[in-house]
């Protein structure tokens, strides 16, 4: 069967960081390009970060210099680690790969 499975959300403080994790199963996962969503009540999904499988990253000007993106493609996982997080960050985070979206991860950034 194949899906994803997101993890690693939580609360934090801003400023603070957190790694999210993104798992894959029943898919040949390196060939595919990996992708991080976010959603905040009332809120668009949006764009996070990309990774294809020859390792390319995308990211929009929002996150840019504060995420970080990375996969091993022996675990089948793909990592979002997110630094200096801001209030605007608190969203449900999600990946995708094709047309396949995992349940999501909350992170939620309060003082």
């Known amino acids: 069967q194949v899906h994803l499975v997101e993890s690693g959300g939580g609360l934090v403080q801003p400023g603070g960081s957190l790694r999210l994790s993104c798992a894959a199963s029943g898919m040949i996962f390196s060939i595919y390009t990996v992708n991080w969503y976010r959603q905040a009540p009332g809120k668009e999904r949006e764009f996070v970060a990309s990774i294809t499988s020859g390792g390319s990253i995308n990211y929009p000007d929002s996150v840019k210099g504060r995420f970080t993106i990375s996969r091993d493609n022996a675990r089948k996982t793909v990592y979002l680690q997110m630094n200096s997080l801001k209030l605007e960050d608190a969203a449900v985070y999600y990946c995708?790969?094709?047309?396949?979206w995992g349940q999501g991860t909350q992170v939620t950034v309060s003082s």
């Open positions: 995708r790969i094709s047309d396949l």
